[in-house]
Nanobody, 115 residues
């Protein structure tokens, strides 16, 4: 059974930084593409992804500020967020491509950017 547990969210001032973590079980990061998504006031959106060979992709709105990484041995996925903006606020979810297709999501972790 696949389980993904997100953590690391919180209340941060604009310009601040956060590291979000995703603990994965029941899957191998050596064979799965992992993604981070954000749901703010609108629809849930893909913000970053990492494939097993380490290649990454980012939404235009977060390029240069977000960094996705994976520790495949520890089965952990991270999202480092710098220069946070109020529009980055929302619930952040990590997921696998298969679970996204099935519309299966975890609890997520809340990020609030406010002064």
């Amino acid at each position: 059974q696949v389980q993904l547990e997100e953590s690391g969210g919180g209340l941060v001032q604009p310009g601040g930084s956060l590291r979000l973590s995703c603990a994965a079980s029941g899957i191998s990061l050596f064979t799965n593409t992992m993604t981070w998504h954000r749901q703010g006031a609108g629809a849930r959106e893909l913000v970053a992804g990492i494939v097993p060979d380490g290649n990454t992709m980012y939404a235009d709105s977060v390029k240069g500020r977000f960094t996705i990484s994976a520790d495949k041995d520890a089965n952990m996925v991270y999202l480092d967020i710098n220069n946070l903006k109020p529009e980055d606020s929302g619930v952040y979810y990590c997921n696998t491509l298969d679970r996204v297709k099935l519309n299966s999501w975890g609890q997520g972790t809340q990020v609030t950017v406010s002064s």
